[in-house]
């Protein structure tokens, strides 16, 4: 459907594409999946997962996200348009000169600021598990102006919630959500003590998808970057903060960031919460400060008492 000027230009209406899908199932027709075609619909629809548009169970099926309907019909409904291939659409011709001479507009128009838009996610979306506890939610963030403050305050206490009651239950992708999400609301709170809270919409959750060797992109007070890779573990016993593992991607992330890239070691149990922050793994591997070992990655140990700090987790509070 994405590649089908009958879809893409022609606005065909539903009913009559998936009339033909369904005749060219009858049929067993085989479609081209060679090439750039399918490539590039591939792209769409993990860009539009990536948007948390669709949900995908094994990178094959896809489905409407319920939760963002209300993003999925002003998607549907938006009217805006980049204009300047007009001229070669309504000629239904053009030239690479052409075309070339657009890419710079084009470039401007999709990184343009965002910061107004109406499709920005809801991160209760991310949080809540049905319709009904999504609505439960929002209702409890009504104030306009404060909403986004809010909602940080309604996911620390279903956050809560959750490690005590499912604390035997997690799965390891929920154990890095769950890490992720705390540690998210630790830095923007810790930007609010410092005073600036101007900066708090610098402070995001970086999708996994984007494998960019990081979780959280972060800021310092002085408006520099900070780079957060999150560990967390869950565990009933004490553990020893003195091992961390980081993919061949975080470590090179590591080494190309230096001083701002940290690594946060969480670890959560039903009655306590820890949270070791160790800087610049790969400098302090080269000044011989911790032990590195190639493993698929870097298997890194090292003494807290030398290197690295332990801080107390910070939870929003307006």
């Not at 401007?108 to 109406?118: A, P």
């Not at 009904?132 to 305050?153: F, H, P, W």
């Amino acid at each position: 459907m994405f590649n089908d000027l009958r879809v893409t230009r022609d606005c065909e209406s539903v009913e009559k594409t998936w009339e033909r899908i369904s005749q060219n199932r009858k049929n067993e027709l085989t479609y081209d999946q060679s090439g750039d075609v399918i490539r590039y619909a591939g792209d769409i629809v993990d860009y539009m997962e990536i948007a948390n548009l669709l949900k995908t169970y094994d990178s094959k099926t896809y489905y409407l996200n319920t939760l963002e309907e209300e993003s999925i019909v002003k998607f549907c409904e938006s009217n805006e348009w980049f204009s300047e291939y007009d001229t070669m659409i309504s000629q239904k011709s053009g030239s690479m000169e052409g075309i070339k001479a657009c890419v710079s507009g084009w470039f401007s128009y999709v990184n343009r600021d965002m910061q107004n838009t109406e499709f920005s996610t809801d991160i209760l979306a991310y949080i809540a598990s049905d319709e009904e506890e999504l609505k439960q939610l929002k209702e409890n963030t009504t104030n306009v102006e404060t909403s986004g403050l809010a909602e940080l305050v309604q996911r620390d206490d279903i956050l809560e919630k959750r490690i005590f009651t499912y604390f035997d239950k997690f799965t390891t992708k929920d154990i890095g959500d769950i890490g992720e999400n705390l540690v998210h609301g630790h830095e923007c709170m810790r930007i609010k003590l410092g005073g600036r809270e101007d900066l708090l919409h610098l402070i995001k959750q970086i999708p996994t998808q984007f494998a960019v060797g990081y979780d959280i992109s972060s800021v310092e007070l002085d408006e520099r970057k900070r780079y957060i890779e999150v560990k967390t573990t869950v565990s009933s016993k004490p553990l020893h903060f003195n091992r961390i593992h980081l993919t061949k991607n975080e470590w090179n992330t590591a080494s190309s960031t230096h001083d701002r890239y940290y690594v946060y070691h969480l670890m959560l149990s039903k009655n306590e919460r820890k949270l070791f922050l160790l800087q610049d793994p790969v400098g302090l591997y080269k000044k011989d400060k911790i032990n590195m070992i190639p493993s698929n990655g870097a298997d890194i140990t090292f003494d807290p008492k030398e290197v690295g700090r332990f801080e107390e987790l910070l939870t929003w509070k307006n």
